[in-house]
């Protein structure tokens, strides 16, 4: 079941996707850092919601990514 990767709320805003650490294919455990943001000066990691494979990026490096946004998928 296909399940997504959304970036929270983390308090500031604009934030910059920095670092995926999973390419698509990747086998990835839930609660594992998958992806990394930057805003204000500040790194904040987003994690694996479930265990699978990373299935999609929705969001690339260098992009500006707001809460709620899907980041990627698992499956």
């Known amino acids: 079941m296909p ?3 959304i970036l929270p ?3 500031i805003e604009p934030v910059t996707l920095s670092i995926w650490y ?4 990747d086998p990835i455990l839930e609660g ?3 992806v ?5 000066g500040a790194t904040f990691d987003v994690v ?6 990373l ?3 929705r969001a690339f490096v260098n ?13």
């Open 3 to 5: 399940t997504p990767i």
């Open 9 to 11: 709320e983390l308090g």
């Open 22 to 25: 999973a390419d698509v294919g």
């Open 32 to 34: 594992e850092k998958v």
């Open 36 to 40: 990394e943001v930057l805003g204000n």
């Open 48 to 53: 694996a919601p479930a265990s699978g494979t």
């Open 55 to 57: 299935a999609e990026k």
């Open 63 to 75: 992009e500006r990514v707001a809460p709620g946004q899907v980041l990627g998928i698992v499956e």
